[in-house]
């Protein structure tokens, strides 16, 4: 009997595009619906602008997969910080070929050496600030790219209400979690042992388990980017 003459496809050679490419292509499919769509509703907040979609495409990807599996990958961050650098590439050369700057604005770029200075600067900070405390490369990553989005002082306007926001709730969820009095037996005995090591006995083993205790923050730094960009002048 003759071969059929239309052999079945092999699924395994179908195009199954990965979480980069879908990170990478997603900004060109949905940000000129994005922008369109708000240029009709006249609005002017970042939120409304290509870099206001990539902005929230990272936050909601990075806080999803921070609460469900403690990580946030780099096929969400590096692309976004790419993109970043693209987008305000672009802005700056558009307002330097039109020369009004109110022409594109729905682009939200920051300029190009803003968002170099947001990207590495937030980068370097935080990488230091993290090397001491403990956190994972992931949110090092994240505030990078919130720094390429943003600018230098927008940028760490945000994170610093993002430590905020986060220090407010960890502190609520300990005391209702273990007390006023063991979260201030635990702070106590960590800052006397830290200043008087040779005079004061380390925290026990259940109060270094509660200092070392890893959070998931890319939903703190999601909110604490929300209030930033949302309300400018209440916070």
Same mark, same amino acid.
């Given at each position: ?12 050679? !179908?195009? !199954?595009?990965?979480? /980069?490419?879908?990170?990478?292509? $997603? ?16 609005? @002017? @907040? ?5 870099? =206001? ?17 403690? !990580?946030?990958? +780099? ?15 672009? =802005? ?21 050496? +803003?968002?170099?200075?947001?990207? %590495? ?23 990078? %790219?919130?720094?390429?989005?943003? =600018?230098?002082?927008?940028?760490? @306007? ?26 201030? *037996?635990?702070?106590? *005995?960590? /800052?006397?042992? =830290? ?13 270094? +388990? ?12 999601? %909110?604490? @980017? $929300?209030?930033?960009? %949302?309300?400018? +002048?209440?916070?």
């Amino acid at each position: 009997m003759s071969a059929h003459p239309f052999p079945a496809i092999d699924s395994s050679t !179908r195009f !199954r595009p990965n979480p /980069v490419q879908l990170v990478a292509m $997603m900004p060109l499919l949905v940000g000129p619906i994005w922008m369109q769509t708000f240029s009709t509703l006249d609005s @002017t @907040t970042l939120l409304s602008t290509f870099a =206001g979609y990539l902005l929230l495409q990272l936050l909601v990807i990075t806080t999803v997969t921070d609460l469900c599996w403690r !990580r946030i990958p +780099n096929w969400a961050t590096y692309p976004t910080f790419i993109w970043a650098l693209l987008v305000n590439a672009i =802005g700056q050369w558009l307002h330097a070929e039109s020369k009004s700057m109110s022409s594109w604005s729905q682009w939200g770029d920051v300029g190009f050496a +803003n968002s170099m200075a947001g990207g %590495c600067g937030l980068l370097a900070l935080m990488f230091v600030i993290f090397s001491f405390s403990g956190g994972g490369a992931g949110d090092v990553k994240l505030v990078a %790219c919130l720094g390429a989005l943003l =600018g230098w002082e927008i940028g760490l @306007t945000a994170v610093l209400h993002s430590f905020i926001v986060a220090g407010a709730v960890l502190i609520c969820y300990s005391i209702w979690s273990f007390g006023p009095a063991f979260i201030a *037996r635990t702070l106590g *005995r960590s /800052v006397l042992h =830290g200043l008087l090591p040779h005079w004061t006995a380390a925290p026990v083993s259940s109060q270094d +388990n509660l200092l070392k205790k890893q959070f998931p923050l890319a939903p703190f730094f999601a %909110c604490g @980017t $929300m209030l930033t960009l %949302c309300f400018p +002048n209440a916070v």
